[in-house]
């Protein structure tokens, strides 16, 4: 069974901050990583995606770092904001034959202080 | 917003009890993947849907079961509730030929 191993569980920034969240993953098969935003009572959005292919991926605030050898990749919200508190949830995709599936880390809780 | 939409939004059910949930998949898409999200978790594979049929399953019990209708719609029935099924039931649509999943809001199940 493919892991995913999220850390930190929960994180306060102070408003301006930079907020890292970072994930490792077991098996190496896998071209795709994703990063979802949950808010509260709310399914989880697609915030970035990367493909390991590529080193680093930005989108506005939002950067994913990628580590094939360690096989880790995090991401980075720059000047942090309060809107930005919600959880957030690393991915990988497992593949079988015929589909694939999204094993999800157990989640970072992010709370950014005004 | 993804276009994803579930019903009902939240549902209490008791023990043993027979619970059926609902998913309209994103124009476009044609695979409907069902998640359980316990409380300070991260979601939980249970099944995916393609063409009618179920294409994968996760490690849940046959209880969980479910369809997939010709507009790509889906269903997730769970027979003989437990309590540890309390939980959000998320669904996600995608298209079998890409990765990206995009989830629904999901329905909060409380089971007394």
């Known amino acids: 069974q493919q892991q995913v191993k999220q850390s930190p569980q929960s994180l306060i920034v102070q408003k301006g901050g930079i907020s890292i969240i970072n994930c490792a993953y077991e098996?190496?098969?896998?071209?795709?990583f994703p990063w979802y935003q949950q808010f509260p009572g709310k399914g989880p959005a697609l915030l970035i995606a990367?493909?390991?292919?590529?080193s680093e991926k930005k989108e506005g605030r939002f950067t994913i770092s990628f580590n094939k050898s360690a096989k880790q990749f995090s991401l980075h919200i720059m000047d942090s904001q309060p809107g930005d508190s919600a959880t957030y949830f690393c991915a990988a995709p497992r593949f079988y034959s015929g589909y694939s599936t999204l094993t999800f880390g157990k989640g970072t809780m992010l709370l950014v202080s005004p | 917003e993804t276009g994803v939409t579930q019903s009902p939004t939240h549902l209490i059910k008791t023990r043993g009890q027979q619970v059926t949930l609902r998913c309209s998949s994103q124009s476009g898409h044609n695979t409907v993947s069902w998640y359980q999200q316990a409380l300070g978790q991260g979601p939980q594979f249970i099944f995916q849907?393609?063409?009618?049929?179920?294409?994968g399953r996760g490690n849940f019990p046959p209880r969980f079961s479910g369809l997939q209708f010709p507009n790509y719609s889906s269903e997730l029935n769970v027979n003989a509730l437990e309590l540890d099924d309390s939980a959000l039931y998320l669904c996600?649509?995608?298209?079998?030929?890409?990765?990206?999943?995009?989830f629904g809001p999901g329905t909060r199940l409380l089971v007394l």
């Open positions: 996600a649509s995608s298209n079998i030929l890409y990765e990206t999943q995009y």
């Open positions: 990367i493909r390991p292919d590529v």
């Open positions: 849907y393609y063409r009618e049929e179920e294409n």
């Open positions: 098996n190496t098969a896998f071209d795709y």
